[in-house]
């Protein structure tokens, strides 16, 4: 199968706008319609228009889609797909219920079992960042000219950035190999963005989360030449497993 990559990202851009047009006008009403799934996670009225806006705009690609708010999708069908979209409509629903704007749009394209492109927009800041092999990183704020970024290699680890609702204690146990960094923390898939940013250099996650919870992350960052590696492995992380949870990793930048 033949794809325009660069096309393809410009169609998941103005998905991800959409949708965070649609979350922005539940963020700023007074009824989230806050409910719970069977384990335990939140789901608001944001979370499903957010997947009915990016469903419209990427139907028309032709490319399946396999999405944390839609249909679970058969192993055995899905294995198959040699390119899908990976969507999460609303990564950190728990901050968007804290109304502390650290959530985010997050939309990968999966070839075979690796991120070829991400997009990942938040809608409070209106930051919206975009990478692929072809044209490399980039971040627009607001209505300002897109601006690329640009892989710093062998910087020395100044910042870790770690989750605002997940910090185990193998997390605890790590960080003391890194007595005089900087520990930043922060909600969503915002924290791998502060690594494409080179505001922080590393990320270890020793919690679950779940392939579309990085996926889009992971494509941004391999087209800057960084990388999510499974802790204690240390290769890259693969998707369209038939167990969709990810394994513990560190993302890292070059």
Known sequence: M???????????????????????????????????????????????A????????????????????????????RKRWEYFW?????????????RNGEFTVNIALIHKDKPIMGVLYAPVLDWMYWGNSNEGTWKQEGQQAPYQLKA????????????LSHQSETTKKFMKDYPNVDIISMGSSLKFMLLAEDKAQLYPRFAPTMEWDTAAAHGILLSLGADILKFPENKSLVYNKENLLNPFFIAKTP
């Open 2 to 48: 033949n794809i325009n990559i660069e096309q393809l990202t410009q169609t998941a851009v103005m998905a991800a706008r959409a949708a965070g047009t649609s979350i922005m006008k539940v963020y700023q009403s007074s009824d989230f319609g806050l409910e719970y799934k069977a384990d335990d996670s939140p789901l608001t009225e944001a979370d499903k």
């Open 86 to 98: 990976l969507v999460d409509p609303l990564d950190g629903t728990k901050e968007f219920v804290k």
């Open 152 to 163: 710093k290699n062998g910087t020395a680890i100044k910042a870790i950035v770690v989750s």
């Open 50 to 77: 957010a997947h009915e806006e990016i469903i419209q705009e990427l139907k028309h690609t032709g490319l399946p889609i396999l999405s944390e708010e839609g249909r679970k999708v058969p192993y055995e069908e």
